[in-house]
């Protein structure tokens, strides 16, 4: 059995607001009910209070069911209650119109009686506006106010009602059914507002979910692009051995099978979302597997002491540029130098092959203008970079070298977790990021 409460609480921030809209303007018209209709039993006799209350309930009946479907229609779950809209001001219109006419001409000079119609007047008119509001258009509602307070006027004065209360009644539609309308308007604001923050947090998630997508895709990229180049070398390399009937095939073969191994675990490690660049660790593997491709690798530099995230950075850096090497260009040597000062670290990556490169232009990074070919490895360098406040400089050199330069500042930011100013020139064979 549900625990008292249970409904209101299931229910999203959305449909609570909306609840209390629906149920504010049912209580509403339960006011309309109670101050024109039920307060008429203790100004005059039970015979024409009862009559006033009737008209007074059938109006207030209206008014619940017009701005049901007005919020209905607020909401987007139906058309606008357009055939109702009309017969609540018709019936408002007639009235307030007969309310009138009964002051001045009624059979009965009654003063109780006169003043409980009167009563009836100002409240069928100020709640028929305020309800009526709901479903109308926003600019729609200041000519709503002012064509009953015109009609006021008109019938007033057609009546034979005097010039300063034909004014009074016609100030009062203004104030009573501006007021009540203005409520109105702010409640099918605020509605509307509660569901469109609420779509926006869902469309914020969707987003949110679509970058961690990209941002994997990216990682993943990052990870096995390189491994796998060196597979398809060396497995090159063991087929020519092979058909030479050369020994070393074995040896190759075993190579390739323990850098698949180191894939696998890569990904898994991605995946779980452990893996964190290390630059030490990635000069490392880079000089390991631009060796086993035949390029040399000579790496300079100290990189003890420098902050995780700047060491994470550049080891993405040291990562991408080791890739491209090896898949698009034809080095021979490659250069990696860290350089640290007391104001930052700078990172230089560069190779022989850019001239080398067979398609495309040379130097130019995969994904940068110019580049042969579409990549996206500079830019998730320059989004890593981005976030820690690095820039990314990437171009060919003097001769056939193609360079990458990545600048971190090691201020008071880099300290704290941020690495400001990294800039990242990546060597190539082709020359560019992938």
């Not at 101050?35 to 309930?57: K, T």
């Not at 902050?307 to 491209?324: C, D, F, I, K, M």
């Not at 130098?337 to 104001?343: A, H, S």
């Not at 704290?416 to 990294?422: L, N, S, Y």
């Amino acid at each position: 059995m549900r625990r008292p409460g249970g409904w209101w609480r299931g229910k999203t921030t959305p449909a609570k607001v909306e609840t209390y809209t629906r149920w504010s303007f049912h209580f509403i018209a339960l006011i309309e009910v109670s101050v024109a209709g039920l307060s008429a039993f203790a100004q005059v006799d039970n015979g024409p209070a009862g009559v006033l209350c009737l008209v007074v309930a059938a109006h207030a009946a209206l008014c619940a069911v017009t701005g049901a479907r007005a919020l209905d229609w607020t909401c987007g779950r139906r058309e606008q209650p357009v055939r109702l809209l009309w017969a609540l001001g018709v019936l408002t219109a007639v009235l307030a119109a007969g309310a009138i006419a009964f002051v001045e001409f009624g059979p009965v000079h009654d003063d109780d009686l006169a003043t409980a119609v009167g009563g009836l007047f100002g409240c069928v008119v100020t709640f028929g506006i305020g309800f009526m509001a709901l479903g109308l258009p926003r600019r729609r509602v200041a000519p709503l106010i002012g064509g009953y307070a015109a009609g006021a006027v008109a019938v007033s004065l057609v009546l034979g009602v005097h010039p300063l209360a034909a004014l009074l009644s016609s100030v009062s539609v203004v104030l009573g059914g501006g007021f009540l309308a203005f409520t109105s308007v702010f409640s099918v604001w605020l509605l509307n507002a509660v569901f469109e923050l609420d779509e926006a947090r869902e469309t914020r998630a969707r987003l949110a979910v679509a970058e961690e997508r990209l941002r994997f895709g990216r990682d993943l990229h990052d990870v096995i692009g390189r491994n796998l180049a060196v597979i398809a070398l060396k497995s090159e390399l063991a087929v020519q051995l092979t058909r030479r009937e050369r020994p070393e095939s074995l040896e190759q073969m075993i190579e390739v099978q323990r850098i698949a191994r180191e894939s696998q675990r890569e990904v898994r490690d991605v995946v779980r979302g452990y893996r964190e660049a290390d630059l030490e660790a990635e000069l490392g593997g880079a000089r390991g597997v631009l060796g086993a491709a035949g390029i040399r690798c000579e790496v300079t530099g100290e990189t003890a002491g420098l902050p995780g995230p700047v060491q994470s950075a550049l080891g993405w850096v040291v990562r991408e540029a080791t890739t491209n090497v090896l898949r698009h260009g034809a080095a021979e040597r490659c250069a990696v130098t860290v350089r640290t000062t007391r104001e930052r670290v700078v990172l230089t990556v560069e190779n022989d092959g850019a001239g080398a490169a067979p398609g495309g232009t040379p130097g130019a990074p995969g994904g940068e203008p110019g580049g042969g070919r579409g990549g996206s490895g500079l830019a998730g360098l320059r989004e890593r970079l981005t976030a820690v406040g690095g820039t990314l400089e990437a171009g060919p050199g003097d001769g056939d070298v193609f360079r990458v330069v990545a600048r971190v500042p090691l201020g008071a930011g880099a300290g704290a977790g941020v690495v400001a100013g990294t800039g990242v020139v990546a060597g190539t064979g082709a020359g560019g990021a992938a």
